[in-house]
């Protein structure tokens, strides 16, 4: 079974930075890809990025595109997202999630849906004020 824990949320003025990250049970990195994504109160869980540690493909959305970066540690199972530029629509609870690495392979299409993903992490909160 994998296990994930995304730490790293806070508090941050409009145009700080942050950095999440998620650790993963050993050798998720074998069979998943993880992608993070994040909830705003009455609002559907959004894909942010998504990397697929083995080959290092990467993906965003495109409301994060050039504001934030997605990276892996292999050797410590620890995937992280830096955020920059932040403002207040960023706002929400970060989740990292595990997708298996087949539905991420030379395609963009599958990583952003949530259905997709086996586990999860239990969120950090990030508060961006104006």
């Known amino acids: 079974e994998v296990h994930l824990v995304e730490s790293g949320g806070g508090l941050v003025q409009a145009g700080g930075s942050l950095r999440l990250s998620c650790a993963t049970s050993e050798r998720t990195f074998d069979d998943y890809a993880i992608g993070w994504f994040r909830q705003a109160p009455g609002k559907e869980r959004e894909g942010v990025s998504c990397i697929s540690p083995t080959d290092a493909s990467t993906y965003y959305a495109d409301s994060v595109k050039g504001r934030f970066t997605i990276s892996s540690d292999n050797a410590k199972n620890t995937v992280t997202l830096q955020m920059n530029n932040l403002n207040p629509e960023d706002t929400a609870v970060y989740f990292c999630?595990?997708?298996?690495?087949?539905?991420?392979?030379?395609?963009?299409?599958?990583?952003?849906?949530?259905?997709?993903?086996?586990?999860w992490g239990q969120g950090t909160q990030v508060t961006v004020s104006s």
């Open positions: 999630g595990a997708i298996l690495r087949i539905h991420t392979l030379n395609t963009d299409s599958y990583w952003h849906n949530p259905r997709l993903y086996d586990y």
